[in-house]
């Protein structure tokens, strides 16, 4: 349990390589996928670099085994993990029923990093359904510590950023950028990233491509990095570099079939998206595509 810990832990801080390294000790090189426990482990670290398949799978794994662990950690991870790879997929009501679970459980267990951990994804998932005053009141519930002591720094942060992307992506842009102002410049990708978008949002689009740079930090995500280069696409210095930044986010999008990432950014985004559907049709953008579409009235 210990190395399954910290190989979780190893992962959120961005040393995938280093959690991978740990992994292999365990399991002799091979992913040991009839241990439930390790399974949960490379589902974690499937999901932070980006193989969605392959979270979902393991995950469904973990949960195979954890009947005797009802509200254990493993239990609540693989939730987690689960529900945020659908999100990641566009799955909406399967992830925010795997997602619910999770808070609940974690709340119930009073696992407080899980908690938080949870509720962020969760929240997410509300405001894409447009749901977002359900998402804020996950987010404020999660503030809320379960053993009577104020939040670490790290979770405090990890619930600014959701709420943060609550606002941008419902429209409140003025909300978003006085939480995002108030945020420390300590390089973690997720503030860089809100900051580049503010900054996009406020019309400043040489300030957002100098943030971003050419890469983000190694800790960051797969699903930040195609973020990215939807922002750097957005704040390009012409037509070509805007469009090879957009390509970046399909390719690194289509593998694992990522659909959110793209349709919370539609205002931004979408147009282009069609523009390189026409021009470079394939079965990913097509159902991009079909997804930006507005649900039919009635």
């Not at 987010?139 to 943060?164: K, N, S, T």
Request: one cysteine or more.
């Amino acid at each position: 349990d210990t190395a399954v810990a910290l190989i979780d832990v190893m992962g959120q801080l961005g040393r995938c390589d280093e959690a991978r390294r740990r992994y292999a000790d365990q399991t002799f090189g091979a992913v040991d996928e009839a241990d439930e426990a390790l399974a949960e482990a490379w589902a974690c670290l499937a999901l932070l670099e980006g193989r969605l398949g392959e979270a979902v799978r393991l995950a469904g794994t973990s949960l195979a085994g954890a009947h005797q662990e009802p509200e254990g950690s493993r239990t609540v991870r693989s939730h987690w993990v689960l529900g945020s790879a659908l999100l990641e997929r566009g799955e909406v009501g399967e992830a925010v029923a795997s997602l619910v679970v999770a808070e609940r459980s974690a709340r119930d267990a009073g696992l407080q990093h899980l908690c938080v951990r949870t509720a962020t994804a969760l929240a997410r998932a509300r405001a894409h359904l447009g749901e977002t005053a359900d998402g804020i009141a996950v987010l404020e519930r999660a503030r809320r510590p379960l053993h009577g002591q104020r939040l670490p720094p790290r979770l405090r942060r990890w619930i600014d950023h959701a709420e943060a992307r609550l606002f941008l992506v419902s429209g409140d842009q003025d909300d978003a950028c006085e939480l995002v102002d108030g945020m420390r410049p300590d390089g973690d990708p997720a503030t860089t990233i809100l900051r580049a978008w503010c900054d996009l949002r406020s019309g400043d689009e040489a300030a957002a491509a100098d943030r971003l740079g050419p890469d983000l930090a190694p800790a960051a995500s797969h699903g930040q990095r195609i973020e990215a280069d939807l922002l750097r696409s957005r704040c390009a210095r012409d037509a070509t570099e805007s469009r090879r930044a957009l390509r970046h986010a399909v390719r690194r999008g289509e593998h694992d079939r990522y659909v959110t990432v793209f349709l919370e950014h539609r205002d931004e985004v979408g147009a282009d998206l069609r523009r390189l559907g026409a021009e470079e049709p394939s079965p990913y953008l097509a159902d991009l595509l079909r997804r930006l579409e507005p649900a039919p009235a009635g």
